[in-house]
């Protein structure tokens, strides 16, 4: 049974850093040859696509964002991070983390979403 | 830079009827199109991918089709569980991936 859980802030104040971590079940990143995804959605909005790793440490960011954020792995505690720096209210929103199906970029299992909100 | 556009933003249809969800992207992405119902409250999940492939157990009341840059997500016989906003993604252009903005499917 696959699963992903989010962890983290539910509150950071502006320009502070923000640091999510993704602690995934049910699969290997190396073994299977996965990759992970970051994914934001803010109030009432449509979903964003922030990072992505690969299972040979490949990284991939959004070309918007890709100045503030850095994702790593942790295979032996199956976790994915990102960071995000800088953090501004408009930042505010929940984060997913979700895994890559097995043969295309699209993303079969997701976690629950961690809320972030940024304010002083 | 691709650009996913949904349609209708709201669709209101009753419980039993068919509804037809539409999504364009704005260049060609062959069959690389995936589907999202996002119910409140909860994470995405997994419909339809490669257009027209049901994911793993989806009723089979849902159904993709379309190719190239137009693309649809059919729900044959709306349930009271069906109702919620559904989103499309493209995938062909890696990097990035696309999300649609989203249609919000309500009870009539």
């Known amino acids: 049974q696959v699963t992903l859980r989010e962890s983290g802030p539910a509150l950071v104040k502006p320009t502070q850093t923000l640091t999510l971590t993704c602690t995934f079940s049910?699969?290997?990143?190396?073994?299977?040859?996965?990759?992970v995804f970051w994914v934001r959605q803010p109030p009432g909005k449509a979903l964003e696509w922030l990072a992505r790793?690969?299972?040979?440490?490949?990284?991939w960011y959004s070309k918007s964002l890709k100045t503030r954020l850095t994702i790593s792995k942790d295979t032996s505690k199956s976790q994915v991070l990102l960071t995000m720096t800088n953090m501004d209210p408009v930042d505010t929103g929940t984060y997913y983390c979700a895994r890559k199906g097995p043969l295309w970029n699209y993303l079969d299992y997701w976690g629950q979403g961690i809320p972030v909100t940024v304010s002083s | 830079e691709m650009v996913m556009t949904q349609s209708p933003a709201t669709l209101s249809v009753s419980p039993g009827e068919r509804a037809t969800l539409s999504c364009r992207a704005s260049q060609y992405v062959s069959n690389n199109l995936a589907w999202y119902q996002q119910k409140p409250g909860q994470a995405p999940r997994l419909l339809i991918y490669?257009?027209?492939t049901r994911a793993t157990g989806i009723p089979a009341r849902f159904s993709g089709s379309g190719s190239g840059t137009e693309f649809s997500l059919t729900i044959s016989s709306l349930q009271s569980e069906d109702f919620a906003v559904y989103y499309c993604?493209?995938?062909?252009?890696?990097?990035?991936?696309?999300f649609g903005q989203g249609t919000r499917l309500e009870i009539k």
């Open positions: 049910g699969f290997s990143l190396i073994s299977n040859r996965m990759c």
């Open positions: 790793i690969d299972w040979d440490d490949d990284k």
């Open positions: 490669g257009a027209s």
């Open positions: 993604q493209e995938y062909n252009d890696w990097p990035p991936i696309t």
